[in-house]
């Protein structure tokens, strides 16, 4: 039962929506869709929902051709970051609407749709009207309607963006329970996000998508280990690594006139010449006997302090695991940990991951 | 005051007999005049015996306003939903074009229409009978009924039509299960609109009828003769917005229970 | 620019029933002239009627607002000097980015010349220099707002700019820029800001100061770090913090320990004093250490998860159904079935009926 997805193109004016995407999604596995927005993400699920239509390429579905398959006989379900129901029915209308477009059973429908409440926390609002719940609730309507269906599909657009940033956090570490225990192995879970904790946190497969292209599919260790290239890099940091162009020369990494670093042995064998450094935000670490850098922005979050600075230059972002008080313009010293450094080549590719070359 | 006025004065006229009406103003029946019951009663008096022709004006008035109203909110419903969630192009044409144009029928000045309307129902055979009259109401009516539910089915989400569509209804299901119910204030609206404009034309009404099929408003003023009925005239005219008194009260009672508004955020 | 007091302040919006429900429950708090605020909590809490109750949109039923010592609780909105930037970007489309800029100057009738000056000036904080003759409608989502809080800037009379969720439209790549401005603005002019938000990470990274607030109550007012360390409720402890802290019924055992089931831990708490009431102990993730030696306070539980966040990693353990989550650097090796948790004593907070000891 497996999806796939051949050189799917997609450019109704002058950008491309999808640009060639050929994928496989293996049934009972989760994928995550990562990217920023307007990159392409509602545009793919839309796609394979059969909402929106393709210039060319194929999709095959269980050795189906889908294409020819219009949207309400796919059997596909899909929660929006909107949160969307039928405003005219009852939450228990709503779940049981798809049930009943099957021409179910009443008997099955209440038990399908009692099991979907359930799962979803949502016991005693059955008789409640969709305007009466809160954001967070109605979320939860649509994902039990989802679930409910039982489909082989499983479509979610970024269906946390919208709530508030607990309740998110919350929601979040449930669905992660619903979904590994309400996955069966029949079914393909495709979930799109903008946030790289989101995405290593469902621990699915990560498919990284930019202008409507795929930058890089793989597990979420291996895509945070070893990102592809530099926009990879930045999609998959939350806060985006840092990114420098720089070169080596004579034993050096030289990212401008002042920071200079010396060559760690892992990276003796890469030749002189002109590269982009990567380096994580939690890879530049408060040190007196580093470079100095005036800090831009200071800005604390629960447990860190986020950093920006700038040298010369040079800027960068660096995460800092103490809550500390720095107020704009004061100079710091910062030390950058060059083990951990990351080498793309001029086109951006990757050709020395700290990880890979352990 | 100002509104209530007028009504109140036609009210206390259509009691009046002829001297209470060009004796000087009066207002007040009993003490300064003696009520009469003359401006009723010739309204449902056979022609024969000295009544008017009202009662088939009338019957003629709501079977044209109603079935000219109903053909214009289906039609314009079904043209209002293709307009909001489609993209029609024709060279420079696009959705916004279209919905002007329907609406820049009801900017023309109504005799610029005229002319064509007779020429083409004369054509047709279908001059001063029923269904001429409701074919050009329809086309008087559905600008109306087009402009509203556009704006009332750009306020539904298109996310809603989708997710019913993956939910497994076809377009026509989607419309009529999901996207329809969401706009039932919106069809009140539009058809509270259509029967008043319908109800209260007199220009297409005079012009494309002759003798045969009389609608009320034409009636109404036929009654005017060498010696103005007033009394029948008023009488006449109350009966006339009965109907729509009765309907926005309806719709009132409906308002006020909150059922229009909030049925979407 | 003013210090500004809300002084007994309760607003219930159905005040004239006879159990009216409080939006917002008796306070008073104090904004210094100058301040950098936030105001934290779910939705639903208050606090955008807190917002409204300053700017004078909403009239507190009791207590009363001072602008430097003087009752203002009477004064309506357009009187009270303050400037109030919503959730999205209120501007004049027709107008070009100058226009909008000194429409307020232009309302209260300024010299063209001072009108001038004092917009280029603004406009040059805010970068908006270049674009002056554009039209408002043709700049991006950030840089609207930043002419909805330029209208606030423009008068030197504002005693405080109150925002709205003002980041909720913007892009995350934008936010940066926009929250940075809002620094520099507070440095330079030492307006007071007021920034009403549900997400912990804005509140936190924006204010100095942040009043957190919990259906209608102000639950702690405190800096960054006093809220991560020292939450007073366990509200606080909850809301505050990603994960959630760790927070388990309790016992006091003697001065200084405690027992969750048969845990005993020591804490830097003197219990003597705790006779009655519900108590709880409140441990935040981020000071569990993973340690290699058995010693005091030190947990040996089995390992149920383990989630890479990329930065960090979030192991959650069971210790006799007690769940305990603890964050870890991500290179820490982690072992595969039972691991030795230290937590330290200074760290654990003690919640008598939900406040802090």
Not at chain 1, 43 to 71: E, H, M, R, W, Y
Not at chain 1, 168 to 193: C, H, M, P, T, V
Request: glycine fraction near 6%.
């Amino acid at each position: 039962m497996n999806l796939i997805t051949e050189n799917l193109c997609f450019k109704p004016e002058h950008e491309y929506y999808l640009n060639d995407i050929s994928l496989e999604f293996k049934a009972g596995n989760l994928y995550t869709l990562l990217g920023r927005t307007l990159s392409g993400k509602t545009s793919f699920l839309k796609t394979i929902a059969g909402l929106q239509p393709v210039d060319s390429g194929q999709i095959t579905f269980a050795g189906k051709d889908f294409n020819s398959i219009p949207v309400w006989k796919r059997n596909v379900a899909m929660v929006y970051q909107q949160f969307i129901n039928y405003p005219h029915l009852t939450v228990f209308d709503n779940i049981a609407f798809p049930l009943k477009q099957r021409k179910m059973k009443f008997s099955d429908i209440q038990n399908e749709v009692s099991s979907a409440i359930k799962k979803v926390g949502l016991q005693g609002f059955e008789k409640r009207k969709i305007q009466e719940l809160s954001g967070g609730q109605q979320q939860r309507v649509a994902l039990a309607r989802s679930l409910a269906k039982k489909a082989k599909i499983l479509l979610l657009d970024e269906p946390l963006v919208n709530l508030d940033y607990k309740l998110r956090e919350d929601l979040r570490n449930e669905f992660k329970n619903i979904f590994s225990g309400d996955l069966s192995s029949q079914s393909i879970l495709i979930y799109a996000s903008t946030d790289p904790l989101e995405a290593m946190q469902l621990n699915g497969n990560i498919i990284v998508i930019d202008e409507g292209k795929i930058l890089q599919h793989d597990s979420a260790k291996e895509v945070f280990e070893n990102p592809s290239n530099v926009r990879v890099a930045e999609i998959t940091n939350e806060p985006a690594m840092n990114i420098v162009n720089g070169s080596i020369e004579s034993k050096k990494i030289i990212l401008n006139k002042d920071v200079q670093i010396d060559l760690p042995d892992k990276l003796k064998t890469i030749k002189p010449g002109k590269y982009f450094f990567g380096l994580r935000a939690s890879d530049i670490v408060l040190d007196d006997s580093g470079f100095q850098f005036v800090v831009d922005l200071a800005e604390i979050s629960g447990s860190e302090t986020i950093l920006h600075l700038h040298q010369d230059n040079l800027k960068f972002v660096s995460l800092i695991n103490e809550v500390k008080n720095f107020n704009n313009r004061d100079k710091v010293m910062l030390k950058i940990m060059s083990e951990n450094l990351y080498v793309f080549n001029e086109k951006g590719n990757l050709i020395f991951s700290p990880f890979k070359n352990k | 005051m100002f509104v209530i006025a007028p009504f109140l004065w036609a009210l206390s006229t259509s009691f009046k007999d002829f001297n209470s009406v060009t004796g000087g103003a009066k207002y007040i029946p009993w003490l300064q005049f003696e009520p009469s019951l003359e401006g009723w009663s010739v309204l449902i008096r056979s022609q024969g015996k000295g009544g008017v022709n009202i009662i088939e004006p009338y019957f003629n008035s709501v079977f044209v306003t109603c079935s000219a109203s109903l053909l214009s909110i289906i039609f314009g419903t079904l043209a209002a939903y293709a307009l909001s969630r489609f993209t029609f192009k024709a060279g420079f044409i696009k959705n916004n074009d279209i919905t002007f144009f329907f609406i820049s029928q009801r900017i023309m000045p109504p005799i610029v229409l005229s002319i064509p309307f007779f020429l083409m129902l004369g054509f047709l055979g279908l001059l001063d009978s029923l269904l001429g009259l409701i074919l050009v109401y329809m086309v008087l009516l559905m600008p109306i009924a087009v402009w509203i539910m556009v704006d009332f089915f750009n306020r539904v989400p298109k996310e809603i039509d989708e997710t019913a569509l993956i939910d497994g209804c076809n377009p026509f299901e989607a419309f009529f299960k999901v996207v329809l119910p969401n706009s039932i204030p919106g069809l009140i609206v539009a058809g509270l609109f259509c029967i008043i404009f319908g109800w209260i034309d007199f220009f297409f009404a005079f012009i494309l009828t002759f003798t045969k099929v009389q609608l009320l408003p034409v009636a109404i003023v036929a009654l005017n003769s060498s010696v103005t009925p007033w009394w029948s005239l008023s009488a006449s005219a109350l009966v006339s917005v009965a109907p729509l008194i009765i309907v926005a009260f309806i719709v009132e009672r409906y308002l006020s229970k909150g059922n229009l508004s909030g049925a979407l955020k | 620019m003013a210090e500004i007091e809300l002084k007994n302040i309760a607003h219930s919006y159905d005040y004239k029933s006879e159990n009216p429900t409080y939006a917002l429950n008796p306070f008073s708090l104090t904004w210094e002239d100058g301040g950098c605020y936030a105001i934290l909590g779910p939705s639903g809490c208050g606090k955008t009627t807190m917002l409204n109750i300053m700017s004078g949109l909403v009239s507190p039923s009791k207590g009363s607002v001072l602008f430097d010592g003087t009752d203002i609780t009477s004064v309506k909105t357009e009187k009270r000097n303050i400037a109030q930037v919503f959730q999205f970007p209120v501007i004049y489309n027709t107008m070009s980015v100058y226009s909008n800029l000194a429409f307020p100057l232009k309302c209260r009738n300024f010299d063209e010349n001072i009108i001038k000056s004092k917009v280029i000036e603004v406009a040059e904080i805010l970068n908006l220099n270049l674009f002056l003759d554009k039209a408002a409608k043709d700049l991006t989502a950030d840089q609207k707002q930043l002419i909805s809080l330029g209208r606030g800037l423009v008068r030197e009379d504002v005693a405080a700019i109150l925002m709205d969720e003002p980041l909720t439209v913007i892009d995350p790549d934008l936010k940066f820029r926009l929250r940075r401005k809002l620094k520099e603005i507070n440095e330079k002019y030492n307006t007071t800001l007021i920034y009403v938000t549900h997400d912990q990470n804005e509140a936190m990274t924006f204010a100095k100061k942040i009043i957190v607030m919990d259906s209608g109550n102000i639950v702690q007012v405190g800096n960054p770090k006093e809220l991560f360390e020292r939450p007073q409720t366990t509200f606080v402890g909850y809301f505050i913090g990603s994960p959630a802290m760790n927070i388990y019924d309790c016992a006091v055992l003697s001065d200084f320990d405690v027992s969750i089931g048969n845990i005993q831990l020591k804490t830097s708490t003197n219990l003597s004093n705790v006779k009655s009431g519900q108590l709880k102990i409140g441990i935040r993730s981020e000071f569990i250490k993973l340690v290699n030696n058995k010693s005091e306070n030190t947990i040996e539980a089995k390992i149920e998860i383990v989630e890479d966040f990329g930065n960090y990693k979030l192991i959650t353990v069971n210790k006799n159904n007690l769940i305990i989550k603890a964050k870890v650097e991500r290179e820490t090796t982690i072992p595969h079935d039972v691991v030795l948790l230290n937590i330290p004593a200074e760290h654990c907070c003690i919640y008598q009926n939900k406040n802090l000891i």
